[in-house]
């Protein structure tokens, strides 16, 4: 195995305790693979106020997979992710620099409209945030409040009713987010009535609804039960047929399993190593990386 020479074996200044010292080779995070990338990422810095949260970030993610961001608490990994639909924007001290491109297209030039990213570039939350509403007007809220779905009175009057058309998408995206069975009789019940489980994956099916390319997830399992989690995870799985799954996480062995290729950011916004999962656990170029799977950090 090739790694890196500790230049020390103690923390030294942007370290993390238990972190050596080494110099980072780019060839680490230059992960391969065929076909065009869903996600280009490229010289990402984020700021929040004189806090460089991101340095220098490159990384491309393929389409339909699931690509998971690991790392120790404050590197960085939850602001890279909501730098990929522009989450950040929402925080005053942010600034951002560099490229981040969606099918080729620019997310950060002039003119992009937000809305509409954010439907191709969906979020799940670490904590399950379901609206204080019936379950049924929770999965239909995106595509109501983007004007998708005309339902109510004046709709039927005016000849444009989606009822029906609404009442297929609420049951398709909560078959998609693995809930159906749970709550097909009781739609119009109160979603904060769920369990934590089944509140954090109406909220996952919440996001399917406005038919996005990319779901983002930022630790959709640290709040929930074993058996909630592997729901979870099994559903990761799936969607990851059809979506392009970006989720951070804490847990490296869910990491291990859910995931083709994994990132693994260190101390100072760092992009260490990005590669196959599997490789990443099992034979990673940094001694850094290494160390932190290993959990001798972190």
Known sequence: MSKATSESTTAAEGTTTGETDERV?????????????????EDLDVYYGSD???DGISMEIPERSVTALIGPSGCGKSTFLRSLNRMNDRIRTARVEGSVRLDGEEVYADGVDLVELRKRVGMVFQNPN???KSIRDNVSYGPRKHGDLETGLLARALGRDDTEALDDLVERSLRRAAIWDEVNNRLDDNALGLSGGQQQRLC???CLATDPEVILMDEPASALDPIATAKIEDLIDELAEEYTVVIVTHNMQQAARISEQTAVFLTGGELVEYDETEKIFENPESQRVEDYVTGKFG
């Open 25 to 41: 080779d780019p060839e680490w995070s230059n992960y391969q693979f065929s076909g065009a990338p869903k996600m280009a990422v």
């Open 52 to 54: 460089h949260a991101l």
């Open 130 to 132: 379901p609206f204080p």
């Open 204 to 206: 996952i099916a919440r």
